[in-house]
């Protein structure tokens, strides 16, 4: 349908047609027929744009955590023997807050292209 919408809107703007066949009988152009072309291709474009996007966002976030997974592993298995250094627990503490922020927005990410 999409293909076809385009066909009439492209065609009309080359002013190539007066008139196109729909359902078997033959529609006169007119503005009242062509706008809502217009809107039904603008709409399915956007739907499809949205779908696209919607999908790189979720593969976005099934990266993101992958490699999370594996730093808050590494930050785990380092709190096993926390450092000595007051520093280094610092630091510690600092990359483990870190990692549940980042959880929750890639989460978030996940919300926008929920599996079917």
């Not at 009439?8 to 062509?34: C, M, N, P, T």
């Amino acid at each position: 349908m999409l293909e076809e919408a385009e066909a009439i809107v492209s065609a009309i703007d080359k002013g190539r047609v007066d008139a196109f066949v729909v359902e078997g009988r033959e529609v006169v152009v007119l503005e009242k027929v062509q706008l809502p072309y217009r809107l039904l291709l603008e709409r399915q474009r956007y739907r499809a744009s949205d779908a696209r996007t919607r999908a790189f966002l979720g593969t976005l976030a099934e990266e993101f955590r992958d490699t999370l997974g594996s730093m808050r592993k590494a930050v785990a298995l380092l709190k096993r023997k926390p450092p000595a250094d007051p520093e280094d627990r610092r630091a510690l503490e600092l990359l483990e807050r870190q990692g549940v922020r980042l959880l929750g927005l890639v989460e978030d990410l996940s919300k926008l292209n929920p599996k079917e």
